[in-house]
């Protein structure tokens, strides 16, 4: 148990036909919740950082990030993983590794073809030699707001995905087949057919983004269908802001900074209990 790489928890997972769900955080009222939930619900679970709000945001830095899962992860009943999600600068991701992060994403979706594997292949080719996992991305995951999940020309395609893998060496790679990022206009709806023949054409462990506003029976039937990893932010991070701003309309200025932490880290608790049921694997 404790900390533990990414693909072991895909292959873990992807046994028992289901998927591990990631969640984006920022800080330890968002992480320690994370792992609070998985440890009861004995589930294995993702910890992930998207890089923007470490260094646009500033609400963490790398290694402060890394130390603080690390260390919490070790101290875990239930197998805890560190990811870097959506990255396209190689450098970043070098010194990602160096803080410590033991899976990385490089995101070269919105490159062409040959490009995409020119910098999915140097990325790991470097992280593979520190064992260091990599997620890539074909196909693009765009933006739920702009309608992007149902343009069909971003979704992956399947034989070039068995390409992709074999010329990239990728531990996992993220699929378009309809989510999207964000808040989604109409409810969305994964095209089904085409993960089955993604998974059909590839080995490695199939990742689904835009795990917020997907209904559930949805996303059951994509983890059977190959899907070994959902990545989760958005709502997250919304339960994350209306509950700070519930307590500070409830307390108003007579409210203690100090009791901030705990009662968002109960809300999310809660909110992470029923997410992580859509999780099937069960530790031992
Ligand atoms: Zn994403």
Redesign the pocket.
């Known amino acids: 148990m404790a900390f533990e790489k990414v693909s072991t928890i895909l292959k873990m997972v992807d046994e028992a036909d289901t998927a591990a769900l990631a969640f984006d955080c920022v800080d330890y009222n968002t992480v320690y919740p994370v792992i609070r939930a998985a440890e009861q619900l004995k589930k294995p679970v993702i910890v992930m950082l998207y890089p923007e709000h470490q260094y646009l945001n500033q609400l963490t830095s790398l290694g402060t990030f890394a130390g603080m899962v690390k260390e919490l992860a070790e101290k875990a009943k239930v197998p805890v993983g560190l990811h870097l999600?959506?990255c396209s600068d190689y450098e970043y991701i070098l010194q990602a590794i160096k803080a410590g992060f033991t899976s990385v994403m490089i995101d070269g979706s919105m490159l062409p073809f040959e490009e995409n594997i020119t910098i999915t292949s140097k990325v790991t080719e470097t992280a593979h030699a520190l064992g260091v996992d990599v997620e890539a991305e074909l196909g693009h995951?765009g933006i739920a707001a702009r309608g992007d999940g149902e343009v069909k020309d971003l979704y992956t395609q399947p034989h070039a995905a068995a390409e992709f893998c074999a010329r990239t060496g990728a531990d996992s790679i993220?699929v378009a087949i309809g989510s999207a990022?964000g808040v989604y206009m109409t409810e969305p709806k994964l095209d089904l057919k085409r993960l089955e023949e993604i998974n059909e054409a590839v080995k490695v462990p199939l990742v689904l983004?835009?795990g917020s506003g997907i209904p559930n029976e949805q996303m059951a039937q994509a983890f059977r269908k190959g899907i070994n990893k959902l990545?989760v932010?958005t709502e997250y991070f919304q339960l994350y802001h209306d509950t700070i701003c519930d307590y500070t309309k409830k307390e108003g200025a007579g409210g203690s900074l100090f009791d901030i932490g705990t009662y968002t880290q109960k809300a999310l608790y809660e909110y992470l209990l029923k997410k992580m049921q859509l999780c099937q694997f069960e530790c031992k």
Do not use: S, W
């Open positions: 999600d959506h995951v993220a990022h983004h835009g990545n932010g």
